[in-house]
C-alpha cells in the first residue's frame, strides 16, 4: 500500500464470503513517522441510523446488489451484494435495520451501478436514488458522530468483526510498518 489515505471500508466485497475477523497491528514506525491515524465506524449502528430517518435510502441499500471487482497478478474475484445484509425480512415484509447482520462498502472494489430491471435500478430515478443513499451513508459514517479515531501503538494489535466495522487510515509520511490478517 502507498502512504495516500484510505477512505473507510469494508475488505474482500469481491468473494462469496467476506472475512468476519480481521486484525491489525502496527510493527514500526519512528519519531519522523506523521499521520497514519486508523479510522473505525460501526456500518451496522449507521443503517440503524439511517432507517428511521431515511427509510427509503435505507430500503435501497438493502436490495440492490453492488457490482464488486478484483484482478491483480493474474488472479480475478468478482461478486455482488447489497450494502446491508438483512437476516429475515420483518413482519410486514420490509427490511428492518435491527436485522441487518453484515455492510459491504469498499470504493476502491465498486464496479459501475448500471440501469437494469435486475438489479432493481430500472429507471435513472432509481439510480439517482442509490448514489444519494451511498454517498449518505458514507457521509454519516465519516462524521465525528460514527468514526473514531486512534493511533493504534507500535506492539498492539486490533481485532474488529470487517462485516460490520468499516476501516481506514490517514495518509502519513515517514516509515512505518503494518501487518494484518483475516
Known amino acids: 500500500y502507498l502512504n495516500n ?5 469494508t475488505d474482500s466485497t469481491y468473494f462469496a464470503e467476506p472475512p468476519h475477523l480481521q486484525s491489525f497491528g502496527q510493527i514500526y514506525k519512528t519519531k519522523e513517522t506523521v499521520g497514519g491515524v486508523n479510522v473505525l465506524c460501526d456500518g451496522v449502528a449507521v443503517a440503524r441510523r439511517m432507517q428511521p430517518e431515511e427509510p427509503e435510502m435505507f430500503a435501497i441499500l438493502c436490495s440492490t446488489p453492488v457490482p464488486t471487482y478484483y484482478c491483480k497478478e493474474g488472479l480475478s474475484f468478482s461478486g455482488a451484494r447489497p450494502v446491508f445484509t438483512v437476516a429475515k425480512k420483518s413482519a410486514g415484509g420490509e427490511a428492518s435495520a435491527l436485522d441487518v447482520v453484515a455492510v459491504t462498502m469498499n470504493i476502491y472494489d465498486r464496479s459501475p451501478m448500471n440501469l437494469h430491471p ?3 435500478l430500472a429507471t435513472a430515478a432509481d439510480l439517482s436514488l442509490w448514489y444519494r443513499a451511498y454517498h449518505r451513508f458514507q457521509q ?8 473514531q479515531t486512534f493511533d493504534l501503538p507500535v506492539g498492539d494489535l486490533l481485532f474488529y468483526d470487517n462485516r460490520r466495522m468499516l476501516h481506514a487510515r490517514t495518509a502519513f509520511s515517514g516509515p512505518r510498518v503494518m501487518a494484518g490478517s483475516y
Not at 5 to 9: A, C, N, Q, S
Not at 140 to 147: G, N, Y
Open 5 to 9: 489515505g484510505i477512505t473507510l471500508h
Open 140 to 147: 454519516l459514517c465519516e462524521s465525528d458522530e460514527f468514526a
Open 118 to 120: 435486475a438489479t432493481g
